[in-house]
């Protein structure tokens, strides 16, 4: 059984800092895309940072210069580093991976199961 769990969320002041994890489990060959969304009250969930197979990272603009996503492949576990946070990075962050699955080979799709940041003034 294939998983991601999600971990490192949590209540912080602004201007404060938060790492979140997403540690997957079970019969994993290799990584392919991953990334972290978020989704707040009422609003659509969006990308707040991709990185590919290959290394290479993407970030909204909104986040740029603030957030790093990483990966530790021993480890099978990526990372998101929130820096300078502020208010409007209150939601839920999800995390999601491209995983190539033992036996075959064959890649899916997998969402974690979501944690919460809360930003305060």
């Known amino acids: 059984q294939v998983q991601l769990v999600e971990s490192g969320g949590g209540l912080v002041q602004a201007g404060g800092s938060l790492r979140l994890s997403c540690a997957a489990s079970?019969?994993?060959?290799?990584?392919?895309?991953m990334g972290w969304y978020r989704q707040a009250p009422g609003k659509q969930r969006e990308l707040v940072a991709a990185l590919s197979g290959g290394g290479t990272t993407n970030y909204a603009d909104s986040v740029m210069g603030r957030f790093t996503i990483s990966r530790d492949n021993a480890k099978k576990t990526v990372y998101l580093q929130m820096n300078s946070l502020k208010p409007e990075d209150t939601a839920v962050y999800y995390c999601?991976?491209?995983?190539?699955?033992?036996?075959?080979?064959?890649?899916?799709?997998?969402w974690g199961q979501g944690t919460q940041v809360t930003v305060s003034l």
């Open positions: 079970g019969s994993i060959a290799s990584f392919g895309a």
């Open positions: 999601n991976a491209n995983l190539i699955i033992n036996p075959f080979g064959r890649q899916y799709n997998y």
